[in-house]
């Protein structure tokens, strides 16, 4: 049994042909059926809890898979496999409440100039009258392959789009929504990568200033904040366009992180610093540029490259609540609780090392050089609620290491034989009921959940009919037992002084018994 080394619970190749990047898969709960998009009651097609992995591929196909049990890959573990390769390549996946707090969850696609919220419709088979019977009496010690999807089989699984922003579209708010699914056109809108959450309901934050996002947010709909590849930040509130800031000082973008508890973005610029900006300073910030784009135009006036390029330092007026230096770009930032009962801080994977900052002031809790360059990282509860997370990170090495709140290393391990070293996801989340399984994924697409190497081998038992050599044994247990006289006579004459003196003056005969040096 290898203790060092993550053993397949389940695996699969997603594809052979195609390259997938970090934010390409995610985990959860999609499952809705048609019943409840048409009138929002459940029946006896309700849909299932169970997790599911969603990748999406930078050749723009959507998979959807519901991993079985089983460690062989199943045909029927693919649920939905859709072309999105229209709109380019899929930047980008998140689940989240993004039409209603009372709407199932939803997955969300970012492509470079479109943002699509898709809802993964499911009908079941009918169930037996054993699995049935079985289901009403509770038993949950079925042994049936599709326990985890309340003993029925999925039929068809299809997406439903729910809306879809062209990013760029409107030069007001540098987003649209449409229908048709057309690409508009408008100002130039290439999207980098995206966070989400309710955005203006922290405790500490009074309510946003736009009210179609502070009403989504008080009642849980989750909002979406996109970032270009010019820095900008385009905020939508379900299917509403809400506004868009540009970011100062920033050349190229960096990883973009959302803290819900302080209500902050926190993201690396071209000159190695880590910034965070509050979701109301963002809001209540006007956008200078555009405000001069609208004056020239009722005046008939010209905006020159200097007049814009001033407009974008007025842009400046949006600061930041704390910046830091960390003296190396970014690699990833997260969200982790890595203080007891207390709100969850940023943690920073740089090029050649790793931060905790404070959530609240940017101080630098805690730091270690890591002796590795990092493809990517996760948190996970170490126990109760008030507990700190601890650290999964995977290394171009081939490792998967596992620390805790303290950057104390606390386990190490191998990925399987059957993923690469350049690992983009890491995931640890509930499987088979099963809890604390790790899901990974390669740049290649083998995608595979695991555990650490605690499955033990088959036992192998020993062929009673060859019959034991008995001189053989016999002879060796005299060998042993000669050494061991050996040694036991020869520590006797060590531990004995007098018995090299003794002999040397009988030898002499002279009666001297000198000892010579």
Known sequence: MSLFKMRDVWSHRVATSEEFDRGCVVIGALDSTADANSNGSSSNNSPSTANRIVTGSLHGIVRVFAPNPSSAYQPADLLLEHSLAHHGPILQLAIGRFSSAAAPQELAVLQ?????????????????????????????????????????????????????????????????????????????????????GSFGTSSSSPSSSSSATASASKIGMHNICVQSMDCRLAFFSGAIASFTRQLPNSLVPGPLCYIQQSDIFVTCTSDMKIQAFKFQTLAAAKNKLHKQKQHSKKHGDRITSSSSSSSKRDSTTIRWEWEVNIGEFALQIIPAQTRASAAADAVVIGEHSLFFLHNTTGEILKQRRLEYKSTAVCAYPSGTSTAPDNLLIAST???????????????????PTNVSATVIHLAVSEWFAMPGLISLMDDDGHLAVVCLGTRPRPVELRDDETPLDWARIDEEHRRHMATIRQSGSTAMDYGNPNSGNNSGGQNDGSGSGGVVV
């Open 397 to 415: 090495t081939g490792h998967v290491m596992v620390y805790d709140n303290a950057l104390k290393l606390l386990w190490a391990s191998n990925v």
């Open 112 to 196: 470079p100039r479109t943002l699509t919220v898709f809802r993964v419709v499911v009908e079941y088979g009918a169930s037996s009258e054993k699995e049935e019977e079985e289901e009403n009496n509770g038993n949950s010690n079925s042994s049936s392959s599709t326990s985890h999807l309340r003993g029925r089989t999925v039929q068809t699984c299809t997406l439903q789009r729910q809306y879809m922003h062209v990013l760029g579209a409107k030069e007001d708010g540098g987003a649209a929504s449409t229908e048709d699914g057309e690409v508009g056109t408008g100002h130039h809108f290439t999207a980098c990568n995206m966070v989400f």
